[in-house]
């Protein structure tokens, strides 16, 4: 049996992979682990001030890219922004925001040239 969900709500959905779950062993259950709109927003609401300004600067005024040190410019130190990120997944995961594999919306990417 192949089961497609589309349009249901995240907590309905969250429900029914709860009772999947009481019967892994008897099916195989995938989740969407895309980001959608609202997983967006709740990601973004779920940041302090300046990792939220780290991640605007990345995706709106930086179209997806931002050098260090135009971010520097912007949030200052960029250990804080970053740690704030990284935990920002898994915290949604445990909460049931969003499925486990949920990818990271910002990665970092490291320039060779300049550790």
């Known amino acids: ?19 999947f779950a ?4 008897e099916l195989t259950v995938t989740a969407d682990t895309e980001w959608t709109v609202d997983r967006a927003d709740r990601y973004l609401r779920s940041l302090p001030a300046g990792a939220r300004r780290f991640a605007e600067a990345v995706v709106v005024d930086g179209d997806g890219h931002a050098d260090a040190d135009a971010l520097r410019s912007i949030v200052g130190r960029l250990q804080g922004p970053t740690v704030a ?22 990665t970092v990417v490291y320039d060779p040239d300049n550790p």
């Open 22 to 25: 009481e019967h892994r062993h």
């Open 85 to 106: 990120l990284s935990r920002a997944v898994p915290r949604g995961v445990r909460e049931g925001w969003w499925p486990e594999g949920t990818q990271a919306p910002i």
């Open 1 to 19: 049996m192949r089961i497609t969900m589309e349009g249901a709500s995240e907590e309905f959905e969250r429900k029914l992979l709860a009772l």
